[in-house]
Nanobody
Framework: QLQASGGGLVQAGGSLRLSCAAS????????MGWFRQAPGKERELVAH????????YYADSVKGRFTISRDNAKNTVFLQMNSLKPDDTAVYYC??????????????????WGQGTQVTVSS
């Protein structure tokens, strides 16, 4: 029900825009998030947005470089990634849950997950 796309290979300093398209139901009343997982590392929440789009959260590692946004009319969430670094290389996943929390580790469960899209940043 969540389909992530837009990943690819980019040089350091470049940009990518990820999309997460929802189908089967409306996610307009869900908070949405982007996670990433690099080889040998734990999955981490990098960006999170409230259902209205009015509140966002970013991990310190991406703050000022990544921007999360959403278009509820199109049932789609975006992650604009600028000034990419090799450390941003990972599989990126989108997810949805019923509430927004401005914390990477809040235990409130994520209900839906996308399949992931690979982002590779070369040095």
């Amino acid at each position: 029900q969540l389909q992530a796309s837009g990943g690819g290979l980019v040089q350091a300093g470049g940009s990518l825009r990820l999309s997460c398209a929802a189908s089967g139901r409306s996610f307009s009343n869900y908070a949405m998030g982007w996670f990433r997982q690099a080889p040998g590392k734990e999955r981490e929440l990098v960006a999170h947005i409230s259902w209205s789009g009015g509140t966002t959260y970013y991990a310190d590692s991406v703050k000022g470089r990544f921007t999360i946004s959403r278009d509820n009319a199109k049932n789609t969430v975006f992650l604009q990634m600028n000034s990419l670094k090799p450390d941003d290389t990972a599989v990126y996943y989108c997810a949805a849950r019923q509430r927004f929390f401005a914390s990477a580790n809040h235990p409130f469960p994520w209900d839906y997950w996308g399949q992931g899209t690979q982002v590779t940043v070369s040095s």
